[in-house]
C-alpha cells in the first residue's frame, strides 16, 4: 500500500501524476455522482460528497490506483420536479464520460474504472463504457456498475451496524443519510429529518414516474432513523466491495493479455 502517497489527482501536479505512473499507478477511478434534491436536510452535491469519499477509500485500497475528478453533475430528470436540481440528457452524460476516458487514454493509463453511486447515472455509464471501450487506444474500461449490489450493501451494513429498521429502496432516507452523517454531521440538518415514502419502489418506475409521484419531501424510507455509526460501516463495506470488483476485473484483464 502506497498509502503515504497522495492519489487524488485534483491535488497532484502533473509531476506528480507522471511519478505515480511510473511508479506503476496504472488506474484511474472515475466517480460519477450527482446535483439533486436530497430530502429537506441534505445538499445537492450529497451523491457527489459521498462518490468523493468512496473514491478516496477505494484509491487508498488499490495500490494501482488513482482517483481521477468526480463527476459532480449527472443524470437526474426523475429528481426535476424539486427545486435546485441540475440534470444533464444522458447523451451529454455520455459524453463527458467519453471525454474524461479519452483524456486517460491519452495519457497512457491502462485502465480506467467507472464507477457509478446515483442510481440515474447507471444506464448511461453502462452504455457509454461499451461504446468508449472501441475508441481507447490504450486504457481498457472497468466497468464498476451493479446498482442492486450498492443497494444490497448498503441495507446489509446498515442491519449489520444494529439498526432494526428496513428500507425499500435508497434515497435520502436512513442509509444515505447515515452515510453523510459519517461523511460530515454539518451536512446533515438534523432539525428536519423526516420519514417518506416507505412503500416498495422499484428503479425502473421511479425513473420513468419521478420521486415526486411517490414521495412529497423527496425521502424513500425514514432519515430519522439514521445514524453516523451505521454510514461508517456503509462507506467500509461498499468501498471494499468496490475496489474489490476493480481488483478483480483488472487482474483478470492482465491475465488475458499475458
Ligand atoms: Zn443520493
Request: aromatic share 10%.
Given at each position: 500500500m502506497v498509502s503515504d502517497k497522495k492519489f487524488k489527482m485534483e491535488e497532484m501536479s502533473w509531476k506528480e501524476i507522471e511519478e505515480a505512473k511510473e511508479e506503476g499507478k496504472d488506474t484511474v477511478v472515475l466517480m460519477m455522482g450527482s446535483f439533486e434534491q436530497h430530502g429537506p436536510h441534505m445538499p445537492m452535491k450529497t451523491d457527489t460528497y459521498i462518490s468523493d469519499e468512496l473514491g478516496v477509500r477505494i484509491a487508498e485500497r488499490l495500490d494501482f490506483a488513482l482517483m481521477g475528478p468526480t463527476l459532480s453533475v449527472g443524470v437526474s430528470g426523475h429528481h426535476m420536479?424539486?427545486?435546485?436540481t441540475v440534470s444533464l440528457s444522458s447523451d451529454v452524460f455520455m459524453k463527458l464520460i467519453e471525454e474524461h476516458c479519452k483524456s486517460f487514454d491519452e495519457h497512457g493509463f491502462e485502465f480506467i474504472a467507472l464507477v457509478p453511486f446515483h442510481g440515474g447515472n447507471f444506464a448511461p455509464a453502462k452504455t457509454a463504457a461499451a461504446e468508449i471501450a472501441e475508441e481507447m487506444k490504450k486504457s481498457k474500461i472497468l466497468l464498476v456498475a451493479d446498482l442492486e449490489r450498492n443497494t444490497k450493501i448498503m441495507m446489509e451494513s446498515f442491519k449489520e451496524a444494529g439498526m432494526e429498521y428496513e428500507e425499500k429502496a435508497v434515497h435520502s432516507g436512513a442509509t444515505e443519510t447515515s452515510v453523510m452523517l459519517a461523511i460530515d454531521e454539518d451536512l446533515v440538518d438534523e432539525d428536519r429529518l423526516e420519514k417518506g415514502y416507505e412503500g416498495k419502489v422499484d428503479n425502473s418506475s421511479l425513473f420513468t414516474e419521478g420521486l415526486k409521484h411517490f414521495t412529497d419531501n423527496g425521502i424513500?424510507?425514514?432519515?430519522?432513523?439514521?445514524s453516523k455509526e451505521a454510514g461508517e460501516l456503509i462507506l467500509k463495506n461498499l468501498s471494499k466491495d468496490l475496489a474489490e470488483q476493480i481488483d478483480e476485473k483488472r487482474s483478470s484483464l492482465l491475465m488475458k493479455s499475458d
Open positions: 420536479d424539486f427545486p435546485g424513500l424510507g425514514d432519515a430519522r432513523k439514521a
